[in-house]
């Protein structure tokens, strides 16, 4: 059964960088038929997609979102990582990782971490 | 960017009743939209994807439909635990969103 696991730390403050590591069990992190999400939810409002990440490297991006975020992958340690930098309060929510088919479709989701970003 | 619109906003139903609820692009995106369900606390579930798909272990009372700029997904006859917030995301180009229905069980 797949799991995905998100931690890191829950309060950040402005202007300083949001990091967040996802631990996948249940599925090799190199299974050439999926990419790894990240994905994001202010308290109470919508979904945004944040990026997604191919065990060989490979990323892409919400072009809203590409000036301040760097997805990377740990194939050794089964685990892919979110750095969103110069966080305000608008960064604030639960910031969900997922597995994604090559065709963007999520069909695996962790159970989200919120993060706070505070003073 | 392509944009999501979701409508209704809210859906009040009995049990047993069909839910109908849409999803319009502001392009074409062919046939690459998905559904999710999301219940307070939890992360969203895939329910449908390329718009007719059921994903695995979704029960046959969803089911979806559409293509280019409208989508429908129809929950046949409501149960309790089909009360979520349920959102459409295309694929076409970059993931995107609608604002998601809420779906009330009276």
């Known amino acids: 059964q797949l799991q995905l696991l998100e931690s890191g730390p829950r309060l950040v403050k402005p202007s300083e960088t949001l990091s967040l590591t996802c631990t996948v069990s249940?599925?090799?992190?190199?299974?050439?038929?999926?990419?790894w999400a990240w994905i994001r939810q202010p308290p109470g409002k919508g979904l945004a997609w944040i990026g997604s990440?191919?065990?060989?490297?490979?990323?892409f991006y919400n072009p809203w979102l590409e000036s301040r975020a760097t997805i990377s992958v740990d194939v050794s340690a089964n685990q892919f990582s979110l750095r969103l930098k110069s966080v305000t309060a608008a960064d604030t929510g639960f910031y969900y990782c997922?597995?994604?088919?090559?065709?963007?479709?999520?069909?695996?989701w962790g159970q989200g971490s919120l993060v706070t970003v505070s003073s | 960017e392509i944009l999501l619109t979701q409508s209704p906003a809210t859906l009040s139903l009995s049990p047993g009743e069909r839910a109908t609820l849409s999803c319009r692009a502001s392009?074409?995106?062919?046939?690459?939209l998905a559904w999710y369900q999301q219940k307070p606390g939890q992360a969203p579930r895939l329910l449908i994807y390329?718009?007719?798909n059921r994903a695995t272990g979704i029960p046959a009372r969803f089911s979806g439909s559409g293509s280019g700029t409208d989508f429908t997904l129809t929950i046949s006859s409501l149960e309790p635990e089909d009360s979520a917030v349920y959102y459409c995301?295309?694929?076409?180009?970059?993931?995107?969103f609608g604002q998601g229905t809420k779906v009330e069980i009276k």
């Open positions: 997922a597995r994604s088919t090559v065709t963007t479709t999520f069909d695996y």
């Open positions: 249940g599925d090799s992190i190199s299974n050439r038929a999926y990419y």
């Open positions: 990440v191919y065990h060989a490297g490979n990323t």
């Open positions: 392009q074409s995106v062919s046939s690459y």
């Open positions: 390329d718009a007719s």
């Open positions: 995301q295309q694929r076409k180009t970059w993931p995107t």
